[in-house]
């Protein structure tokens, strides 16, 4: 009975610590590098972190979800809107993690840490939030978020099922341009995953 006792105890330490080490590492993640990713997606891919702030608590975590956004604004690029949460008169804490327009993509705020896009715990806990700029070609700003989706989605192990709009979470109307159509867009996304080598 003892025998029994121990290897019980034996396998249930064995099981925890398989598990906690298997939350530390989705927690520590691997950050994005600029370089693979361009290479991979062939779009310019900037890190321009802000820093330590109400908009970035630095707060590492694990990822289940892509949440996508539009901007809302017709006239902002992605260096307008990176550029915008450094300002000081955006008191907002409202952030995302990476910006895409027509020509280039901007991280914000690395993919492995959290941000306040998703207008709940759960979307801005485990969601890497990507706006999507309206200025410019918008179809090519789409063109580029479904192969940078897709790059992240094989970075992070995350299935096409995650990838969600900023609707799933808060009921808002965003991203207002694609709500319409989001199925095409995942269907971008899809061919572009089968392309990425």
């Not at 003892?2 to 939350?23: E, N, Q």
């Not at 991203?175 to 996304?189: H, I, Q, S, T, Y």
Request: charged content about 25%.
């Amino acid at each position: 009975m003892k025998v029994i006792k121990k290897c019980v105890s034996f396998l249930v330490m064995v099981s925890l610590l398989m598990a906690v080490s298997g939350f530390l590492f989705k927690i520590k993640q691997k950050p994005i590098v600029a370089e693979e990713v361009e290479a991979a997606i062939g779009v310019n891919y900037t890190i321009d972190h802000i820093p330590l702030s109400n908009k970035r608590p630095g707060i590492k975590r694990s990822i289940k979800y892509i949440v996508i956004h539009n901007t809302a604004n017709e006239e902002s690029t992605a260096r307008n809107e990176r550029d915008y949460l450094t300002n000081p008169n955006n008191t907002s804490s409202t952030s995302f993690n990476i910006v895409v327009d027509d020509k280039e993509i901007i991280e914000a705020i690395p993919a492995n840490e959290m941000a306040f896009h998703a207008g709940d715990r759960e979307g801005n806990q485990k969601g890497i939030g990507i706006e999507l700029c309206e200025s410019g070609d918008f179809e090519k700003t789409k063109a580029n978020a479904a192969k940078l989706v897709a790059y992240l989605m094989k970075t992070y192990d995350i299935s096409l099922s995650e990838v969600r709009t900023h609707h799933d979470f808060s009921g808002k109307d965003c991203p207002r341009k694609m709500l319409g159509n989001w199925e095409d867009f995942l269907e971008a996304v899809k061919i572009a995953y089968q392309t990425l080598d």
